[in-house]
Nanobody
Framework: QVQLVESGGGLVQAGGSLRLSCVIS????????MGWFRQAPGKEREFVAAIGWSGIITVYADSVKGRFTISRDNAKNTVYLQMNSLKPEDTAVYYCALDKFVSKVASTYDYWGQGTQVTVSS
């Protein structure tokens, strides 16, 4: 059974930082690409960042480029999202997801975590 468990969310002031983690079990983690998505109240789920199986390929949404960094540790079955210079518009539930290939499209991802809340106050 595949499980993805996010952690690291919380309340932070604008300009602050958070690091999200997502631990995967039930799959050979190093064979898969990983993505981060977010969903704000009343909005559709949107792509944030994705990383290939080796960590060499990374892709970001324009809205987070230069502020967020996705990385992975295959030895720990964990993917991270370092979020710096946070803005109130970054407030959302953040989800990690597993896919065979790097993708910006949520429907291509096979497995999802339960989400972790990130709230950025102004």
């Amino acid at each position: 059974q595949v499980q993805l468990v996010e952690s690291g969310g919380g309340l932070v002031q604008a300009g602050g930082s958070l690091r999200l983690s997502c631990v995967i079990s039930g799959r050979t983690f190093s064979n898969y690409a990983m993505g981060w998505f977010r969903q704000a109240p009343g909005k559709e789920r949107e792509f944030v960042a994705a990383i290939g199986w080796s960590g060499i390929i990374t892709v970001y949404a324009d809205s987070v480029k230069g502020r967020f960094t996705i990385s992975r540790d295959n030895a720990k079955n964990t993917v991270y999202l370092q979020m710096n210079s946070l803005k109130p518009e970054d407030t959302a539930v953040y989800y990690c997801a597993l896919d065979k290939f790097v993708s910006k499209v949520a429907s291509t991802y096979d497995y999802w975590g339960q989400g972790t809340q990130v709230t950025v106050s102004s």
